[in-house]
């Protein structure tokens, strides 16, 4: 396997077109293709859509920055969009910071296609992505898939597994903060298409934000009992889930909302999760589970510092 050098196609951080070739000359082989450490000011998506199914785009860490705006011609509203119309394996993705800078794209990375289309074994791994609308990291219709190492920040969620189904996924050693509705979400809502199941969510950190001043925002507790709960959630696993797996996750300064909210998920395990909100004792709720389906398995988590007294039940 050969490697496309974006900078033998261009010297400029702003030629867009020519690293649109460089991207086609990789995807003809299944190159992988190299980002050089600068800020590459990207207008159009980079659609990856390999005949072989299998590419590797990478770069030299946080220094290679790729920085979207929408020029108007951003693919399904993702920077980087995955499996658009052909089915994907060995997909990976590693050592770059992906940038948001128009409010008008929505996903950084998203693995979606059509309905005759998946994503098989995708590699997500240290990967920087900021500051995106909607959802950091959206992973649709996908086997085996796997997201580590990670540094996710802003949007209304961090990462998104299973609208429609993800199957034989991980997300593991990552660190989500300072999104708004939902830092890690495995499912859809509501339910629709193929469940998510056999999923693990392990060994991540997830906050939402610091300093967080519990007594400007009273707590509602409606929002959180109600089918489709409107406050944040740290972990939510939706319903139609089943055999999902969270463990050893940390859970920090979630601020009027939940720490991991499990809805109609089947046999699933909730173990050694850490709660923990600091002085400010902003997460309300660490384990809150109803709905449909049952859980198999519910232990070993510790709640600290929490604002209210049944952090765990």
Same mark, same amino acid.
């Given at each position: 396997?050969?490697?496309?050098?974006?900078?033998?196609?261009?010297?400029?951080?702003?030629?867009?077109?020519?690293?649109?070739?460089?991207?086609?000359?990789?995807?003809?082989?299944?190159?992988?293709?190299?980002?050089?450490?600068?800020?590459?000011?990207?207008?159009?998506?980079?659609?990856?859509?390999?005949?072989?199914?299998?590419?590797?785009?990478?770069?030299?860490?946080?220094?290679?920055?790729?920085?979207?705006?929408?020029?108007?011609?951003?693919?399904?509203?993702?920077?980087?969009?995955?499996?658009?119309?052909?089915?994907?394996?060995?997909?990976?993705?590693?050592?770059?910071?992906?940038?948001?800078?128009?409010?008008?794209?929505?996903?950084?990375?998203?693995?979606?296609?059509?309905?005759?289309?998946?994503?098989?074994?995708?590699?997500?791994?240290?990967?920087?992505?900021?500051?995106?609308?909607?959802?950091?990291?959206?992973?649709?219709? !996908?086997? =085996?898939?796997?997201?580590?190492?990670?540094?996710?920040?802003? #949007?209304? &969620? /961090?990462?998104?597994?299973?609208? *429609?189904?993800?199957?034989?996924?991980?997300?593991?050693?990552?660190?989500?903060?300072?999104?708004?509705?939902?830092?890690?979400?495995?499912?859809?809502?509501?339910?629709?298409?193929?469940?998510?199941?056999?999923?693990?969510?392990?060994?991540?950190?997830?906050?939402?934000?610091?300093?967080?001043?519990?007594?400007?925002?009273?707590?509602?507790?409606?929002?959180?009992?109600?089918?489709?709960?409107?406050?944040?959630?740290?972990?939510?696993?939706?319903?139609?889930?089943?055999?999902?797996?969270?463990?050893?996750?940390?859970?920090?300064?979630?601020?009027?909302?939940?720490?991991?909210?499990?809805?109609?998920?089947?046999?699933?395990?909730?173990?050694?999760?850490?709660?923990? !909100?600091? =002085?400010?004792?902003?997460?309300?709720?660490?384990?809150?589970? #109803?709905? &449909? /389906?049952?859980?198999?398995?519910? *232990?070993?988590?510790?709640?600290?510092?929490?604002?209210?007294?049944?952090?765990?039940?």
């Amino acid at each position: 396997m050969t490697t496309i050098n974006v900078s033998d196609y261009t010297s400029e951080a702003t030629d867009d077109a020519n690293v649109q070739n460089a991207l086609a000359a990789a995807l003809l082989d299944g190159s992988s293709l190299y980002f050089p450490a600068g800020t590459w000011e990207l207008t159009e998506s980079l659609v990856l859509d390999p005949p072989t199914g299998a590419i590797q785009v990478y770069g030299d860490g946080p220094a290679s920055i790729l920085n979207f705006t929408d020029g108007g011609t951003i693919s399904s509203g993702a920077a980087i969009h995955i499996g658009k119309t052909l089915h994907t394996n060995g997909i990976h993705i590693r050592d770059l910071t992906v940038k948001g800078a128009d409010s008008s794209i929505l996903y950084g990375i998203r693995a979606y296609g059509s309905t005759a289309t998946s994503t098989r074994n995708l590699r997500i791994s240290g990967v920087r992505v900021d500051r995106f609308a909607d959802t950091q990291i959206r992973v649709e219709k !996908s086997y =085996n898939s796997n997201i580590s190492d990670c540094y996710i920040t802003g #949007g209304k &969620i /961090g990462m998104s597994l299973g609208k *429609d189904f993800s199957i034989g996924c991980s997300v593991v050693n990552n660190w989500v903060r300072d999104w708004e509705n939902a830092g890690i979400q495995v499912g859809t809502e509501p339910a629709s298409g193929q469940a998510s199941s056999h999923v693990v969510v392990s060994r991540n950190i997830v906050d939402q934000t610091s300093n967080v001043d519990v007594s400007a925002t009273p707590y509602d507790a409606s929002k959180v009992q109600s089918e489709y709960p409107t406050c944040p959630i740290g972990i939510h696993l939706l319903p139609g889930t089943s055999e999902i797996e969270v463990a050893s996750n940390h859970l920090e300064d979630i601020a009027n909302g939940v720490g991991i909210l499990v809805k109609g998920s089947v046999n699933s395990k909730i173990m050694f999760n850490s709660l923990y !909100s600091l =002085n400010i004792r902003a997460m309300h709720y660490g384990v809150l589970y #109803g709905g &449909i /389906g049952s859980l198999s398995y519910v *232990d070993h988590n510790s709640a600290q510092g929490t604002y209210n007294e049944d952090a765990l039940f």
